[in-house]
């Protein structure tokens, strides 16, 4: 059985309610990105009722995710200030999360390689 070539960024937030407007403009400037961003496949965000919010990005590799990276850096840096990151996961092919270990390993992410699955 195959698996998709997808690479997915997964986000965990608390928000501190006097910051949830300034996150949901950056949630919006960062979907606004997606122009300029071949490969760059999917990206939603949630936001639970206790102040917690997740962010899934799909990425057809691991240079999509590099160039997403790059183009929001100035985003990501005042969403830092916004918010405190809570957890991140990467998934994908064990080649592509390899090549994005440098980018993040700085933020203790969950690593999990894909191995069964379908993309339509």
């Known amino acids: 059985m195959s698996a998709p070539h997808i690479v997915t960024v997964i986000g965990y937030f608390s928000i501190p309610s006097e910051n949830a407007a300034a996150f949901r403009e950056n949630c919006a400037a960062m979907v606004a990105l997606r122009d300029k961003e071949p ?26 995710v590099q160039r997403h990276m790059q183009l929001g850096s100035h985003i990501f840096e005042s969403t830092q200030a ?3 990151i809570t957890g991140v996961e990467l998934h994908g092919p064990a080649e592509e999360i390899d090549r994005l270990r440098d ?13 069964y699955g379908f993309r339509r």
């Open 103 to 115: 980018l993040f390993d700085a933020m203790s992410p969950r690593y999990f390689v894909t191995e």
């Open 39 to 64: 490969g760059h496949l999917a990206t939603a965000y949630g936001f639970g009722p206790d102040g917690t919010a997740v962010s899934r990005e799909d990425y057809d590799s691991a240079e999509a």
């Open 82 to 84: 916004l918010v405190q």
